[in-house]
């Protein structure tokens, strides 16, 4: 791994995937997830978020969560750019099995085919799922 | 090699701090270095010294304790996970008025920071989760 380390300011920076498979409700595996991701945003690496499974109802528009009683965290996921992390990875299948498409999302991502993004998580340094 | 080790499941509901343990014990047994244990999402409670199985069923919060006394690890619990949950040291008990803690021997409370440096530090880091 270390040839695919980049040195700057005299710190490593590595590749970081997360991959969000859970329903943003639920469990409380997709808020605590992001938790993570905003902190991870703090030490300058190069931070991709991938969404597959059920982990898609995460980005879908119109969250309302008022009837349960919980918090609609889904405006941080708009927020992330402001934290420098653009590289949201959409699966296609994923979406399809559940009859969403892009624009049901809210926020721009990169649809992808289960290769590219098998071929995506080779790549990385560290890969944490949620 | 140095691993970094992360737990999301609590105990004896999941198998996931089981293995971990074995992953741990296992390769420092083999020379391996581990850089840290870090507790997430239910796995805090894996740091509870309050658990009490049946006297013929494992001691898995013990376990840790040992195991991290012995090879004097770095056994960390999310702070934001651990207050969502009880799980206290004296410091974060008094700081929230509360009567009492519960963390067992050998845990500390610290922040998420505490995982991504382990991605940054480690050669691998691991994941043991549902």
């Known amino acids: 791994m270390t040839d695919e380390m980049d040195m700057e300011e005299g710190g490593v920076i590595k590749k970081f995937m997360f991959v969000n498979r859970k329903a943003p409700y639920g469990t409380i595996y997709a808020l605590e997830g992001l938790e993570v991701v905003l902190i991870s945003a703090a030490f300058e690496q190069d931070v991709s978020m991938a969404f597959i499974d059920d982990g898609v109802y995460e980005l879908a528009k119109g969250q309302d969560t008022k009837a349960i009683g919980q918090k609609n965290f889904s405006p941080t996921y708009r927020a992330l750019e402001g934290y420098d992390i653009e590289k949201l990875y959409v699966d296609q299948k994923s979406l399809d099995e559940r009859g969403l498409t892009e624009a049901d999302l809210l926020v721009d991502v990169q649809v992808m085919d289960s290769a590219e993004l098998a071929a995506m998580m080779a790549e990385q340094d560290v890969l944490i799922s949620f | 090699m140095k691993i970094g080790v992360l737990v999301s499941e609590g105990p004896y509901t999941h198998q996931a701090s089981d293995s971990a343990y074995n992953f741990v014990k296992a390769a420092l047994e083999k020379g391996h270095e581990i850089y840290r244990v870090f507790f997430y999402h239910d796995g805090v409670n894996n740091a509870t010294r309050f658990t009490e199985p049946p006297r013929d069923d494992r001691n898995i919060v013990n376990r840790?304790?040992?195991?991290?006394?012995?090879?004097?690890?770095?056994?960390?619990?999310?702070?934001?996970?651990?207050?969502?949950?009880?799980?206290?040291?004296?410091?974060?008990?008094?700081?929230?008025?509360?009567?009492?803690?519960?963390?067992?021997?050998?845990?500390?409370?610290s922040g998420l920071g505490q995982l991504v440096e382990a991605g940054i530090q480690c050669d691998r880091l691991v994941t043991f989760g549902d």
């Open chain 2, 64 to 109: 840790w304790s040992e195991l991290g006394k012995q090879y004097n690890l770095d056994m960390v619990v999310c702070i934001a996970a651990a207050q969502r949950r009880g799980i206290m040291d004296e410091n974060e008990a008094k700081r929230q008025g509360k009567s009492g803690d519960n963390i067992a021997e050998g845990f500390r409370i």
